[in-house]
């Protein structure tokens, strides 16, 4: 531990498993306090056990308007600041449009984009008042290309590249830094509805990465000085082809 982000709050959506969970884990290594948000109370009591007291959770429901609306002020109320929000809940779609429900399309725009909006609206007053913080959000490389099969997924994940940087531009001038990390096929229980002969080509290709990979991006990020930004880290298995 080098103690890059010493004497920081970080607040990681999301962060009961795959990237929240490894970006979770990278910021504590770099000696932050975590606030572990999730829907999955189970896991977030095994993982605060495991991860010890610089690691707290907040149970929330990012889809349920309530709990989303209380997330940022309760964290408020048990650490008494933020200084790095990393929205990165997220749920997958794929397949074509048609073999969809416009419930479940309702449901990812909502916590891929929706949520983070709302996160994103929370924490704004609170980091200005300051006139510091740090906003990561997690996107995609779907974001960014259209030739994958998932254009619900893609289409949340490219509303929210130009969310960001928009609120780039936007908070510059309050001393908050907006960016986001984009990347390829990660191996998490994100992908576990893709066909298990599709995830064995992936990862014997080479073209499947470890959530470490993206949290070690987000790390990079995070730790530029202050008079530099990252807008977009796109970081891609070395064997994937887009
Ligand atoms: P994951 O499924 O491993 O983790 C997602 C976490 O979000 C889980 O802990 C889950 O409980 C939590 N969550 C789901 N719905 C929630 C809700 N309503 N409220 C609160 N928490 C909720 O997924 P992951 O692969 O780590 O994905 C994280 C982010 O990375 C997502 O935004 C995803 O789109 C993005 N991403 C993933 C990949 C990939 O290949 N896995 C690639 C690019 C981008």
Not at 10 to 15: F, K, S, Y
Not at 25 to 31: F, I
Not at 43 to 68: K, P
Request: proline residues 4%.
């Amino acid at each position: 531990m080098s103690g890059l982000f010493e004497g920081k709050v970080a607040v990681v959506t999301g962060g009961a498993s795959g990237i929240g969970l490894a970006s979770a884990r990278a910021l504590l290594e770099e000696g932050a306090q975590v606030v572990l948000v999730d829907r999955d109370a189970a896991a977030l009591e095994a993982l605060t056990a495991e991860l010890g007291e610089a690691c707290i959770a907040q149970r929330t429901d990012l889809l349920d308007a309530e709990s989303c609306a209380a997330m940022v002020p309760e964290i408020l109320a048990k650490t008494g600041r933020i200084d790095i929000l990393h929205c990165n809940a997220g749920s997958y779609i794929g397949g074509a449009l048609t073999d969809t429900t416009p419930e479940a399309i309702e449901r990812m725009i909502g916590l891929n984009v929706t949520a983070v909006m709302k996160n994103v609206h929370a924490v704004i007053p609170h980091m200005a008042e300051r006139g510091s913080g740090d906003i990561m959000v997690t996107c995609s490389v779907a974001g960014h290309t259209a030739v994958g099969p998932e254009p619900v997924y893609s289409g949340s994940k490219w509303a929210i590249t130009s969310f960001v940087q928009t609120m780039r531009r936007q908070l510059m001038k309050d001393g908050i830094r907006v960016g986001q990390v984009s990347p390829g096929p990660v191996d998490s229980a994100l992908l576990s509805d893709w066909e298990p002969e599709r995830l064995a080509k992936l990862k014997e290709d080479g073209a499947l990465m470890e959530a470490s990979a993206v949290a070690e991006a987000v790390v990079f990020a995070l730790s530029r000085p202050r008079t530099v930004t990252i807008r977009d880290v796109v970081i891609l298995p070395s064997n994937f082809d887009i």
